[in-house]
């Protein structure tokens, strides 16, 4: 019930208040502590609400930069201001020069799908006609 067992120490604490105060005067001076704790409480309460709404407004942010880059056709990294590692840069690198010095085509003709295998067929075969 009591945190860690201090018990002892609520008990002190209360003692000492009810001398200095006075058995007249302590649930008065109990309620206004307690309206002071929870008033603290709503403070905090708020101050957390706030901090949420923040987190949760810049995650909307970063979110609406990544949706424009890839409307934009950029890197998701690139804008959002993080800049691009060496691996991933040499790599596009090396596809541009590739397309400049013409070994790599990208025009459609190009590109051949894999041949389809004809589906078999379901109708019966003359044989089968024939035998019946």
């Known amino acids: 019930m009591f945190p860690e ?26 309620r206004k502590i307690g309206r ?41 990294r690139t804008a959002v201001g993080l800049g691009s590692d060496d691996a991933t840069q040499k790599v596009f690198d090396d596809i541009h020069a590739g397309l400049r010095e013409g070994q790599v085509s990208m025009s459609p003709a190009s590109f051949s799908p894999p041949a389809a295998e004809p589906l078999p067929s379901t109708e019966s075969s003359p044989k089968s006609t024939a035998a019946s």
């Open 36 to 76: 002071f704790v929870g008033h603290m409480r709503g403070l905090a309460a708020e101050f957390r609400a706030s901090f949420d709404e923040m987190a949760r407004q810049s995650e909307l942010d970063e979110l609406r930069r990544e949706v424009e880059a890839m409307r934009s056709g950029q890197t998701v």
């Open 5 to 30: 067992g201090r018990i002892f120490e609520f008990l002190i604490v209360g003692a000492v208040a009810l001398m200095v105060v006075g058995p007249k005067d302590l649930p008065i001076l109990l």
